[in-house]
């Protein structure tokens, strides 16, 4: 994440206010973001596409999004809101480290946008106006009051987010999270539940149970899942050859990959890769 003068910035938000806008071309094609993205709509609607998967921006909604997932604007239409963006960096600096504990920001569910109702839609705008107002004035503590502000945003969102996604805690859940960020940190090197359960210090069995029960699916197809969205982003947005993908992902035969992959989508990786670009060439 940049500024306009090439420099690294790790905190961003400002309004927009309906007027049109002319966006980069990069926005207009398959790109990935190295940010959290998170955007209020007051007003206005536009097409907007995360990890291939589409969204109509609609009023009196908040969309959100990671570092490193693939975006692509499909219409550059007026907007009214505030847009949020803040790297991993930004969020270091909350040395509770809490803020990287909360739903919104762990998104178990891969979700990306929550519908808003009077209330909730007042108290977001409010308090990401509060943070436009002290992001302009670089008083003294500046970024303290920032990951303040950053606090009370994030833990009302994920109370939201709970909600909207039925994530209530429950019995194991902490275990389904730190399989999440070991799945997140060595898909591409570990493609077998036993080495997780390894690295967990509990049975293959045990870890694949708990996972079943609390995502609703078992523990290998989590890590396939993984896996394969990885390389659905690498064929959408990069020239990498099947082959370089495949040994990107921790497949040391290609073939492997393709039967990996057209098992778990229906399509050869060639094939996903020549039907996703048409749609946007």
Known sequence: ?????????????????????????????????????????????????????????QPSHFYFSAPHQVHVKEQAKPMKGIILRFTDAFLARDETRSLKQLPIIQNLHSGHEMNLDVTSMRHIKDTMQRMVAEFRAQDTWHNSMLIAYLQ????????L????????????????????????????????????????NISAGHLGDTIREQAGKTAIAYIHDRL??????????????????????????????????????????????????????
């Open 1 to 57: 994440m940049q500024g306009a003068d090439g420099q690294p910035i790790h905190f961003d938000i400002w309004e927009v206010n309906g007027e049109h806008r002319e966006y980069p071309a990069i926005f207009l094609k398959p790109h990935r973001k190295d940010y959290y993205f998170l955007v209020l709509v007051e007003e206005g609607s536009s097409r907007h596409w995360v990890d291939m998967q589409p969204y109509t921006l």
């Open 152 to 159: 009370v945003l994030l833990i009302f969102l994920s109370r």
């Open 161 to 200: 987010y709970n909600e909207q996604f039925q994530d209530a805690v429950q019995p194991g859940r902490e275990l389904l999270k730190h399989f999440s960020h070991l799945v997140e940190r060595h898909y591409r090197d570990l493609h077998e539940v036993a080495a997780y359960a390894n690295l967990m």
């Open 228 to 281: 394969l969205l990885e390389a659905r982003r690498l064929l959408f947005h990069t020239d990498h050859s099947i082959k370089e993908i495949a040994y990107e992902l921790g497949f040391e035969d290609a073939s492997y990959f393709n039967r990996f992959f057209k098992r778990l989508s229906g399509q050869t990786p060639l094939l996903y890769r020549n039907t996703t670009r048409k749609m946007y060439h």
